[in-house]
């Protein structure tokens, strides 16, 4: 119950978040010419992977030791907020004085002050997180759902109101410096701090937090490192068609992204206890569960790339959507990857998981040097497919093996088959403008229809997913 309660809390938050960010995406591309958005798109890519180290190092660590050690959640809310201020000034330190090599690296001066205005944000925006995860630490599934999206609207309502005053790409910066600083705000006034039963083990945090921090420096890297490479190779307007490609691609990997977040506290107090196999049967449904609702999303993409694109964005982006349709099953790809090393960081081994994700960056890093020069934009989306599957699949072996996990090889094929039956919707519709959205609706009504005339999924687990009756513990 609590982990269907959990996931669906956050599934929802993430996907009124991704709603809202494209919402402020469309309006951009559309307010600004390509070459603008591209400078801000790749500004705030540079920023986000930076902010990896105070949003997923220290946050990442309150929430698995608070998992662990609830009796004492203040203590570790405090030692761990004291850390995080020092953390946080370091890297705006740092990314102050590195901004001219970046700006030299990519070539474009006017960079160097874009970075350090947007630096001031990296402040605010680790104490934030922080209050994000403390929630999610003490498994308060709907306040954090509450304070992300809570995030995302303010950056929205702020954005397009200095965006229209002010006309230029620090309008833009400043929205999501004030947005952090607001949300920060609203996380201090919801806080409810626990209780201080005895001394916290700082070093111990310290210790799993700095292979965690450099674990999701470089599984975010799958998110700017083919944009940074094709903007170097192909230039800024490149830049701007393929970041429309990456925004959509990533719908999967961030709308069901509560699946693995919710399954971090409750696999920690699951090991602290000695359930290993009640740890291995969740860790079972919830790859069952991933595939099942990523899989027809990346299928319809896949199959629709040109539309939705001409749908959502001017006609000069239309040059996005021959990558689109790769970069979508490289995040399916990605999600997998987040859920198995999310199950290695709870059963406390970080380092394996930044090996594992560290090769598979290091792979799409070579990959994309050489086949972005040789095939364009193409060559950096099948970087990512072919380096991401495979640290998935790296992953998941050490997985299975550790926790004995019983692949459900029929129900994944059941879903497969399911999700390609949408084939001949996609083909033989082809649809403009708003009836594109009636062609998703019914695509998917159509799979979960195919999913129960399948047995793949019951009555009973459809009323448990809208609250009538649980459908998993």
Sequence with gaps: MEFRKGAGALILAWACILLIGYVYIFWLTRYWPAGEYGRYALVVSILFWIEIAVVNGLPYALVKFVSAEPENAGGLLVRTAWMQGGVSLILFVLTVLFAPWIGRMLNDRLLIFHLRFASVAILFYGFFHLMVSYQNGVKRFYTQAFLLVFYALCKLCLGIALVSLMHTVTAALLANTTAALVALAAGLFLLKPGRRSGPVKGFAMVRFAFPAAVYFLMLNLFFHLDLWLVNYYLGFESAAFYAVAKSLAKIPFFLFLGLSTTL?????????????????????????????????????????????????????????????????????????????????NADHRPGLSLVVTSFAVFLAAGLGILLIPRLGATGG????????????????????????????????????????????????????????????????????????????????????????????T
Aim: glycine fraction near 6%; charge should be positive; charged fraction near 15%.
């Design 381 to 472: 989306a099948a970087a990512m497919f072919a380096s991401i599957g495979i640290g998935a699949a790296g992953s998941q072996i050490l997985v299975f093996r550790r926790f004995h996990v019983r692949v459900p090889v029929l129900s994944l094929l059941k879903t497969g088959l399911a999700a390609l039956m949408l084939w001949p919707v996609f083909h033989f519709w082809r649809p403009r403008n708003f009836s594109l959205i009636l062609l998703f609706a019914a695509a998917f009504m159509l799979y979960g229809f195919l999913l129960v005339v399948l047995k793949e999924i019951s009555m009973r687990e459809i009323r448990g997913l809208l609250g009538k009756k649980p459908a998993c």
């Design 264 to 344: 971090m506290p409750i696999l920690v107090s699951r090991l602290v206890s000695g359930e290993v196999q009640k740890a291995g049967d969740l860790i079972a449904r919830a790859v069952r569960f991933l595939w099942m609702l990523t899989a027809p999303v990346a299928v319809s993409f896949s199959l629709s790339s040109q539309e939705m694109i001409h749908f959502l964005f001017k006609a000069e982006y239309g040059r996005a959507a021959s990558v689109l349709g790769v970069l979508v099953w490289s995040t399916v790809f990605l999600s997998f990857l987040f859920l198995f090393t999310t199950v290695l």
